[in-house]
């Protein structure tokens, strides 16, 4: 693939055309998970525990078979026994046998909201009936919500054949704490023992959900054949084909999946819920079954991300170099193993050079709904832990909470805790870049205050898949296999059309489905517009040989002497003058007399995806009668490698943020003493909506990547790292106080400021 | 010749507690499968559960990466997203 250089001499990339989905969606047109429906169409709904941890003990599902109107009921009893295998086929380790069960319990309910059965009716309101008509007896059993009591001696055991890994010797006792991991670099004793200034602290954070506004959704045809397609909004179309392949003992080439639109995801569509069960009971009633979950199940059985406590101590010299650096996560995996506290063990220092690092995460279940990739996984509760005891290290040594950051910072060649050194990273960029920002030296009104926070993530590549097809007009098509989630759409096609060297305009992007594109891994990680833009820019580059050979046979000249410029087949160097241009349209008119359509296609693993560093800075008010913490100001940071588009970039940029300022200041899940979710809604469950939030300005700074052809990094998942902690340290630089917890919501905040009074 | 950073549970399940080696490889199938026939079961580790990074470049499901005698392979775990 052909390195287009790093200087910004493109016509194409790094600017902002309109995006290709934006009519359909703006004009409420474009077609989502629940938007899709087949003639004779089945209402799909599921049972759900009522108890956060019970043996199922009898489920009688004839009553609602009884009832005219149901044509189908399934149990965990319909689907295949799977047996315990981890694997790492999506968006983390991922057992099947875990997953199975999650979609549908068997033996045990794990927590409030965990489904038990599903029906399939020929209206909503008879499937209602029916849910009610299904008998299910529980042995109701202890549960237990919080990380630190699932880990104590004595909780109630979530499994019985759950065994803690990474311990020596190995236990002989089952526990909640499904892995115990350690990450080492240095003497951490000789860190702390050169250290003269030493922070220690505890912070915890709360689950969060990643709160995308469609719920989950989709629609199942089985055909008499066997052959079966699944029409819904996912993260990876074929992700769910072979998660149903896997989960129903089917063979993946008996499954067609057609992506929807998403209406967000931000990790938590990485996952099935519903389309196994909807393949099942279209099999088994012989029709097709839509089946949509209300905002109550989203929230009852859907993601969240972890609940964690962060325990920080960090050492230092009295000029600010950091000797030491010291943490211990507990992260909540909810009612199966497998938290992101490894990622977040690898994230938590890696913005800085240490000689002396000491990590060590649990991962730990409990009788809450299983936890699902969330942006950045892990990364963001980590940051929390480290980038405030970070600013209350540089409160204790008197330093400005930049210098230390700059005087620690993480550049080409520091070593990680987590063993690699870093390549071309940007972080100091973004340091500086914030230093040198208007905001950071603005003044500040009464009340307020200012934080600042750092933030890292790894971005990944994998397999992908494009296609790029020239039209007979000359325009293009490019399709991909990775459902557009954030504007890869646009991404995808502006790279094509740089290489292509036509406006953005006369290039179609489009998603393929199962059977019409390659195998492509789900759209995560930030790694669309890098991955899969590779393969784009691969296939386009091959278009443009071949449009190159095209011209040269009608010219009746060398293929040597057909340079590729602005759209054109255009005289090389040395046959300057000898024929005009060709255009690509008229190539793709003659395109039949030369040899047929011209298409082209790349498949790849692409590798080498550059990590992403941001730095944010925070402006809050803080009312002291109420605690009501306001932002008035924030401005984000990141190194993105190259924007391909800009605004899309930014978008992101926002995004993360918004999502962030939520975190820290108001998301929560609430539980009753029975375990039982209380806030399951977007009235009691407050994610911030555009009253709350200033402006976010995002400063795009540009370290390029030199494993892409135009420099990209992951953009996504970066942004949502820092906001937690820069929230924090901003509230303290207003009123004195530190807030430990999250949420920060007013009442909490109220109750510090009030025994700080006393 | 490269050096293969092992990390410390990996060392210690299947190297005997060694945190670096040295491997004669010219490409990263080639290190796997050198790997495990020193160390049986850790080639298998490697490809189901860990990602490599080599000279600082994180490459995950890949064979197909050439290797330089004085590159630095880094045993890490998988990385994914959101």
């Not at chain 1, 989950?216 to 079966?228: R, T, Y």
């Not at chain 1, 307020?448 to 992908?464: D, I, L, P, T």
Request: contains cysteine; negative net charge; glycine residues 10%.
């Amino acid at each position: 693939m052909t390195s287009h250089g790093h200087s910004n001499g493109f016509k194409v990339v790094g600017t902002r055309p309109i995006r290709p989905d934006g009519v359909e969606k703006v004009t409420g047109r474009a077609a989502f998970g629940a938007d899709f429906s087949l003639p004779g169409m089945l209402v799909g709904k599921v049972k759900r525990s009522p108890h956060a941890h019970a043996r199922i003990r009898t489920i009688n599902v004839a009553p609602a078979l009884a009832l005219p109107g149901v044509k189908a009921v399934i149990t965990a009893a319909d689907l295949p026994e799977i047996p315990s295998e981890e694997s790492f086929v999506g968006e983390g380790p991922i057992n099947f046998r875990d997953l199975s069960r999650n979609c549908l319990a068997r033996d045990k309910v794990l927590y409030e909201g965990h489904a038990v059965a599903a029906v399939a009716a020929t209206s909503s309101a008879i499937a209602d009936e029916a849910l009610e008509r299904i008998e299910i007896t529980y042995e109701p059993l202890p549960h237990v919500i919080d990380v630190e009591a699932a880990m104590a001696p004595g909780a109630p055991l979530l499994h019985d054949d759950l065994f803690t890994q990474g311990v020596e010797p190995a236990p002989t006792r089952p526990s909640n704490i499904a892995k115990r991991l350690q990450f080492v670099l240095g003497d951490i004793a000789a860190g702390l023992r050169a250290a003269e200034a030493v922070v220690e602290r505890r912070y915890t954070t709360q689950p969060v959900h990643q709160a995308y506004i469609e719920p989950h959704a989709c629609v199942a045809a089985v055909a008499a054949d066997g052959q079966c397609q699944i029409w819904c909004s996912s993260q990876g179309q074929f992700m769910v084909r072979a998660y149903c392949a896997k989960l129903l003992g089917m063979g993946i080439a008996n499954i067609r999946v057609t992506p929807a639109e998403i209406g967000g995801g931000f990790g938590g569509k990485t996952l099935v819920y519903l389309e196994p069960l909807a393949v099942a009971l279209a099999k088994k009633s012989g029709r097709p079954v839509k089946m949509v979950m209300t905002r109550e199940e989203v929230f009852r059985a859907t993601g969240p991300t972890s609940g964690a406590v962060v325990e920080v101590k960090l050492g230092a010299t009295r000029d600010g170099k950091i000797t030491a650096a010291q943490a211990v996560l507990k992260y909540q995996a909810g009612a199966f193993p497998g938290s992101p506290v490894q990622p977040g063990c690898m994230a938590a220092f890696s913005m800085y050079d240490l000689p002396n690092v000491h990590i060590t995460g649990y991962d730990v279940v409990c009788n809450r709904p299983k936890v699902a990739a969330y942006r950045a996984p892990g990364a963001p509760i980590a940051s929390f832990g480290v980038e405030s005891c970070l600013d209350e290290l540089a409160r204790t040594l008197g330093m400005d909470p930049l210098a230390l950051r700059e005087k620690n910072a993480a550049r080409e060649g520091t070593r990680t805790a987590y063993g690699p050194v870093f390549n071309e990273i940007g972080y100091i960029d973004t340091v500086t870049a914030a230093k040198k920002h208007a905001h950071y030296s603005a003044p500040l009104g009464p009340h307020q205050g200012r934080g600042v926070a750092s933030g890292f993530w790894f971005n990944v590549g994998g397999e992908s898949s494009a296609e790029v097809h020239v039209n007979e007009d000359g325009s293009a098509v490019v399709v991909s296999g990775n459902p557009d989630i954030g504007g890869s759409r646009a991404s995808l096609a502006m790279m094509a059309a740089e290489v292509l060297g036509i406006p953005v305009e006369r290039v179609r992007p489009i998603v393929g489905d199962t059977s019409s594109i390659g195998y492509s891994f789900l759209t995560g990680g930030s790694r669309v517009t890098f991955a899969t833009g590779m393969a784009v820019v691969q296939a386009a580059e091959e278009v443009v040989a071949e449009l190159k050979r095209r011209a040269a046979m009608i010219l009746d000249v060398s293929p040597d002497a057909v340079a590729w410029k602005d759209g054109a087949a255009v005289p090389t160097e040395s046959y300057l003058g000898k024929f005009d241009p060709l255009s690509l349209a008229t190539l793709a008119l003659k395109a039949g007399r030369t040899g047929g359509p011209i298409s082209a296609k790349a498949s790849i693993n692409a590798q080498g995806a550059g990590p992403g560093f941001a730095t944010h800075i925070c402006d809050v008010e803080v009312d002291p009668e109420t605690g009501k913490v306001h932002v008035v100001r924030y401005t984000a940071v990141q190194d993105v490698g190259r924007a391909i588009h800009p605004s899309y970039v930014e978008g992101q940029i926002q995004g993360g943020v918004a999502q962030g300022i939520g975190w820290a200041l108001n998301e929560e899940y609430i539980y009753d003493g029975c375990g039982r979710l209380e806030n399951p809604g977007f009235l009691d469950y407050r994610v911030p909506v555009a009253s709350d939030l200033p402006m976010i300005d995002a400063v795009i700074v540009e370290v390029p990547n030199p494993r892409h052809p135009f420099g990209a990094r992951g953009v996504g998942e970066v942004p949502i790292v820092p906001p937690m902690a820069a929230l924090a340290n901003a509230i303290f630089d207003a009123v004195g106080v530190r807030l430990a917890d999250l949420p920060m919501s007013p009442p909490k905040v109220l109750a510090a400021l009030t025994a700080a009074r006393n | 010749m490269p050096r293969v950073i092992l990390g410390g549970e990996v060392g210690r399940r299947y190297a005997g507690g060694a945190t670096e080696i040295a491997v004669e490889a010219d490409t990263l199938r080639h290190l796997l499968l050198e790997l495990d026939r020193r160390f049986p079961g850790l080639g298998r580790q490697i490809e189901e559960g860990m990602a490599v990074a080599i000279d600082g470049t994180i490459y995950q499901d890949t064979y197909v990466v050439p290797l330089r005698p004085e590159s630095e392979v880094c045993l890490i775990p998988r990385i994914a997203g959101g």
